[in-house]
């Protein structure tokens, strides 16, 4: 499966707790996008990440929330102390390296699903 | 944060019927692309559209470029239960580091058999 891959698919923490959520963008790409999905809502943008640098981060929290995509591992979002209002869908995207890569379509993984009990 | 006019919200029809959903803005795009989701799975690209005017088919889906770069729609002939889902448009506004995705809220589609 050469796909965006995003693990794991559920997840549940109780408040307080930290949630991590990995996504391994497709072969290939080295652009990294996170959304965030409320049910019956449209996609959120949280940030924007080619590799080991943050590009675009203006839709993140500006607390308890960060993001990485190292050089070498796939990307991680990171939620610190959760609260209830943290439960949703994390969807991660990547696009390719080619040029031209400012308007190449984005491609999605499955999401996470995270419940804050 | 910004987002496009997606329209309509939701739509009930029956199999065989076809659909028609847009994208509308006041700001100018550079690239159009309309995704489809289902319920516990990320959105999946349908069609991508790069040029003012431009139409582009992918089987029975059907999506233009307007021409003032403005709007976009999709148009779905001979729907089956299976097409049943939400449906995004998405732009590209921008160049350089002022690049920036752009998206609708989704028109939620219902096929009745």
């Known amino acids: 499966n050469a796909g965006v891959m995003q693990n794991p698919r559920h997840l549940v923490r109780r408040r307080g707790q930290e949630a991590r959520l990995r996504c391994s963008p497709m072969k290939g790409h080295s652009h990294v996008y996170w959304y965030r999905q409320l049910p019956e809502e449209g996609l959120k943008f949280m940030v924007y990440l080619q590799k080991e640098n943050i590009i675009d981060e203006s839709g993140m929290p500006k607390e308890r929330f960060s993001a990485e995509f190292p050089k070498e591992g796939p990307s991680i979002l990171r939620i610190q102390q959760v609260v209830r209002g943290d439960s949703a869908a994390y969807f991660c995207?990547?696009?390719?390296?080619?040029?031209?890569?400012?308007?190449?379509?984005?491609?999605f993984g499955d999401g996470t699903r995270l419940s804050i009990l | 944060g910004q987002q496009l006019n997606q329209s309509p919200q939701s739509m009930f029809i029956q199999e065989g019927e076809d659909v028609s959903m847009n994208c509308t803005s006041s700001s100018i795009f550079n690239t159009w692309l309309w995704y489809k989701q289902e319920p516990g799975e990320g959105p999946v690209l349908l069609i991508a559209?790069?040029?003012a005017g431009e139409l582009t088919s992918n089987g029975r889906l059907t999506a233009q470029f307007g021409i003032t770069r403005k709007d976009s729609f999709l148009n779905i002939s001979a729907s089956i239960p299976s097409d049943v889902g939400i449906y995004f448009c998405?732009?590209?506004?921008?160049?350089?580091?002022?690049?920036?995705?752009?998206w609708g809220l989704g028109t939620s589609l219902a096929v009745n058999p």
């Open positions: 559209l790069y040029k």
């Open positions: 998405a732009g590209f506004r921008g160049a350089g580091n002022n690049r920036k995705l752009i």
């Open positions: 995207a990547s696009s390719p390296d080619k040029a031209g890569a400012s308007n190449q379509p984005q491609h």
